[in-house]
């Protein structure tokens, strides 16, 4: 059975660092950054927890190669991703948790 995945993007509350990640379970990976579950990642250490971009993907597979054509990109690509879908970088946390 396939899955589905996500790329999202993640920033701080100042939009001065964007994270890129895939996942399976968008709504637990993202609680994992915003709780810093994992203290020592890249993530916690820049208190990067503000989702600003998600996109779904029929195929887990699919959703990582679209990571790495992301991460391959230079800052500017990603913000103009990030502005396609959320212009004003509002936090999307409460749109995805219900």
């Known amino acids: ?28 990976r993202v609680w994992q950054h915003r709780n810093k579950q994992y203290p020592t990642g890249f993530t916690a250490r820049y208190n990067v927890d503000k989702l600003v971009y998600y996109q779904f993907f029929e195929t887990i597979e699919a959703a990582i190669a679209e990571e790495k054509r992301i991460k391959g990109g230079s800052r500017k690509q990603k913000i103009d991703l990030i502005n396609s ?14």
């Open 1 to 28: 059975m396939n899955y589905g995945g996500y790329i999202y993007l993640i920033t701080n509350v100042h939009n001065r660092v964007i994270y890129t990640g895939v996942t399976s379970n968008l709504v637990n």
């Open 85 to 98: 879908m959320n212009p004003e970088w509002k936090d999307l946390w409460d749109d995805i948790k219900n």
